[in-house]
Nanobody, 121 residues
């Protein structure tokens, strides 16, 4: 069983930055970040391979968000810059045993509890 614990959410003004962290127990997995705004479906944000050498991003965050990982600490990060109110959501960390980076939420096996990110205008 893998446990994922997110941290780093909060309230920030438009144009500001936040860094989310996701600490994982157990083995190294392909990791992803998703988000869900009120009344909307959960959507893909970014994913990173086990080694950290491959990443992929949603078009809406490309150039503003960066996913990275520290394999020694088994922790994944999401650096979010130039935030705007449309980025407001609960952000979830997810892990999957497969090697392929995928945007599908149902392909991920484990999920964190989520952390709220609120961007004010």
């Amino acid at each position: 069983q893998v446990q994922l614990v997110e941290s780093g959410g909060g309230l920030v003004q438009a144009g500001g930055s936040l860094r989310l962290s996701c600490a994982a127990s157990g083995s190294t997995y392909t990791m992803g970040w998703f988000r869900q705004a009120p009344g909307k479906e959960r959507e893909f944000v970014a994913a990173i391979s086990r080694s950290g050498s491959s990443t992929t991003y949603a078009d809406s965050v490309k150039g503003r968000f960066t996913i990275s990982r520290d394999t020694a600490k088994n922790t994944v990060y999401l650096q979010m810059n130039n935030l705007n109110p449309e980025d407001t959501a609960v952000y979830y960390c997810a892990a999957r045993g497969g090697l392929i980076l995928t945007v599908r939420p149902d392909a991920y096996d484990y999920w964190g509890q989520g952390t709220q990110v609120t961007v004010s205008s």
